[in-house]
């Protein structure tokens, strides 16, 4: 897949559905850092191709958010340089006359380049965690993915008297929180934040943690408080912490050795055993003709709750490693390769299974393991079923604009991979099914026993960036899937303006929106396109003349009787669960926020990725985050969490 960037994989540098940033503030000696950007990055950037970030976006960045990156995701670009010569490029990107010029690019020349400074404000008293019937656990809500939530502690009458009761900025990126009674938590700036979802306040926070997925709390007698706090690491590692002090129980070993790797998905934990799905940013890396693409491979890692010990890795690629060709500098290719897992995994304890969705393939050698559901077993790790939806879907970053190197594959894919969690769902009369979304804009309903492809139902046109991108939603009727189209739109956009688009040939018209579907059958029950509302982002990297994509690739959210969906351009809408009717709306770009952590004029921005949390009788929702195409940042790399309630109480 790739639906990362800037905030999203390394919160700097890539291309991906992953990410993961620390926050540091000194800044080395500048050195050749130009030349050596020139040499090395500005192709890419300068452009703005594909998912990487422009270079005006990465001067935005502090240093040691770019020299993450550049240690990280970026490794494999980075070949040979040393680390004097990344700190380099790192202090140019950042030196005060380069930044300025990217606040002064920001839409009418209101960009700003300075670093958001927070000051927390602690919570007086910290109360036991205390679980209650409205909790969300995790990024799914619950085990199943449904993104449900039955017990709101708010009505659907009420829906239209939300207001903002509090605000938190974070700056780098940022998670969907996640809520037990008292207790929120959420990863960003390279922290973990314990929260009262009621206020605001901060009950301890945890430094130095690079991670942006979403954390998972559990019951577990290994903390002295009974609750762990499980958190997957851009180091390809998983930490668990006391979810009531943050302090550390135990840090995995490296998980994966491949050195693109990473963890996007939030882990999830059932039982004994913490599930950690894999990801990578070799889809990148494969461009540049003296890198042999490729060899990673997507997996599910299963690691001991107690101790984090690993108990299996199930790679879901299961074809051999060979050769495929030499390119014309005389590297040798090989694959298959690919098949990433960017969501966090759905699990089915009646049957002991994990589901996961996985990513495209990097290389022409065939495989089954990319653009599939896979079932594998919690116990065992063994692969019960793997079902492909879309076979040859070969691709690395850029191959589809024209500036194609010998690495790119042959035939190339379409770039359909999933991004979303599959969603276990009950039907009438006790049987289930697994659901799922692609980026090919069409859903899916498989029988959970075999991976039997029962139905298929298409909501968008699907492409990169397209499709169903990060998530699905689903009440005890109805499956909801948001269209993004993202990549039209932005076509729709530049083509008449006869400016750079993101495809060779013309494409049709975007028609995002929101579709309910019966998950027993297929068949659309209704559909809404975004509206075109009024937008007021402050930065759009992409448009220069302010230009707004109202796109929804975020997760939806759905509670009895309402559906939460939120859009790029800022805004966050409740649809009528029956008929998709709006029911409310609200533009998180529309004015600033005194946030509880001391930022006086917090700007929202676009809403892209992580989808909005209903816990307690109120709705979070994470504004700012740029997600998958460098689009809808607030132009200093800063997101705002917003809790909302009934009048603002």
């Given at each position: 897949?790739?639906p ?9 540098i ?47 960045l ?75 656990i995790g990024a ?38 996640t ?5 929120m938590w959420?990863?960003g700036s ?39 706090l499980?958190?997957?690491?851009r ?33 999830i ?9 894999t ?105 019960r ?28 894919g ?39 492809l ?38 729709d956009?530049?083509?008449?303006l ?14 995002p ?12 029950i ?48 409740a ?8 029911l ?45 195409a ?20």
């Open positions: 897949m790739k990362l960037s800037l905030a999203a994989l390394g919160g700097a890539v291309v991906a559905l992953g990410l993961l940033v620390s926050v540091g503030s000194a800044q080395p000696p500048a050195s050749n850092g130009q030349v050596l950007f020139s040499g090395r990055c500005a192709g890419c950037h300068d452009a703005g191709l594909d998912r990487a970030p422009e270079t005006a976006a990465l001067r935005r502090t240093p040691a958010a770019i020299s993450s990156a550049l240690n990280g995701v970026m490794a494999p670009m980075t070949e040979g340089m040393t680390e004097t010569d990344k700190q380099a490029i790192a202090a140019w990107l950042t030196t005060p006359q380069t930044a300025a010029a990217a606040g002064a690019a920001g839409r009418g020349g209101r960009g700003t380049s300075a670093t958001v400074q927070t000051v927390d404000t602690p919570c007086t008293t910290n109360p036991p965690i205390t679980p209650s019937a409205s909790d969300w799914g809500g619950r085990l199943n993915g449904q993104r449900y939530q039955p017990n709101p502690g708010i009505r659907a009458a009420d829906v239209p008297r939300l207001k903002v009761k509090w605000a938190f900025s974070i700056t780098q990126g940022n998670s969907q929180p809520v037990i009674g008292d207790w959420i990863s390279g922290r973990i934040y314990a929260l009262d979802p009621k206020t605001g306040c901060v009950r301890w926070r945890a430094e130095s943690i690079a991670a942006r997925n979403t954390p998972m709390p559990v019951r577990s007698s290994i903390s002295p408080s009974g609750w762990v499980m958190i997957g690491q180091s390809r590692q998983v930490r668990a912490l006391d979810a009531a002090t943050g302090r550390t129980l135990w840090t995995s070993a490296v998980l994966e050795e491949h050195r693109s790797a990473g963890v996007t998905g939030s882990p934990v059932a039982g004994d055993k913490v599930f950690i799905p990801t990578s940013g070799e889809e990148s890396a494969g461009q540049a003709e003296n890198y042999p693409c490729c060899n990673f491979r997507g997996s599910l890692i299963a690691v001991s709750l107690a101790d984090g010990r690993m108990l299996w890795k199930t790679p879901v690629i299961t074809e051999p490693m060979r050769t495929i060709r030499t390119n014309k500098v005389g590297t040798v290719l090989q694959g298959p390769a690919g098949a990433a897992i960017w969501s966090q995994p759905t699990v089915d304890l009646k049957r002991g299974l994990v589901y996961v969705a996985t990513g495209d393939s990097y290389t022409e050698a065939v495989t089954k393991g990319a653009d599939a559901i896979v079932a594998i077993e919690m116990e065992t790790g063994r692969i079923w793997s079902t492909q939806v879309t076979a040859n879907d070969n691709y690395i970053v850029n191959c589809n604009r024209g500036r194609t190197t010998d690495n790119c594959p042959r035939p190339l379409p770039d359909y991979d999933f991004g979303a969690s599959p969603i276990l769902f009950d039907l009438p009369g006790g049987k289930q099914v697994v659901l799922s979304g692609q980026k090919s804009g069409i859903t899916y309903g498989m029988d959970p026993d075999t991976g039997r029962l139905w298929q139902r298409r909501v968008g046109g699907g492409g990169a960036l397209g499709g169903v991108e990060w998530g699905m939603a689903a009440d005890t009727a109805r499956l909801y899937a948001t269209n993004s189209d993202i990549i039209r739109a932005e076509d956009i530049l083509r008449p006869g400016q750079q688009v993101f495809e060779q040939q013309p494409m049709p018209a975007a028609d929106g929101i579709t309910a579907i019966d998950p027993a059958t297929g068949r659309v209704w559909r809404v396109a975004t509206p075109k509302d009024p937008c007021r982002l402050l930065f759009s990297s992409r448009f220069k003349d302010g230009a707004c994509v109202a796109s929804q690739s975020a997760a939806p959210a759905v509670m009895p009787g309402v559906v939460f969906s939120g859009s790029t351009d800022g805004w966050m809408r649809y009528n669960a029956a008929d998709g009717r709006i409310w709306k609200f533009s998180t770009t529309a004015q600033s926020y005194a946030t509880t952590n001391g930022v006086p004029d917090q700007p929202g921005g676009g809403i892209d990725g992580n989808g909005p949390t209903i816990a307690g009788g109120m709705l979070f929702v994470t504004s700012g985050f740029d997600g998958s460098t689009y809808g940042s607030t132009g200093t790399g800063t997101n705002v969490l917003l809790a909302f309630s009934v009048d603002g109480k």
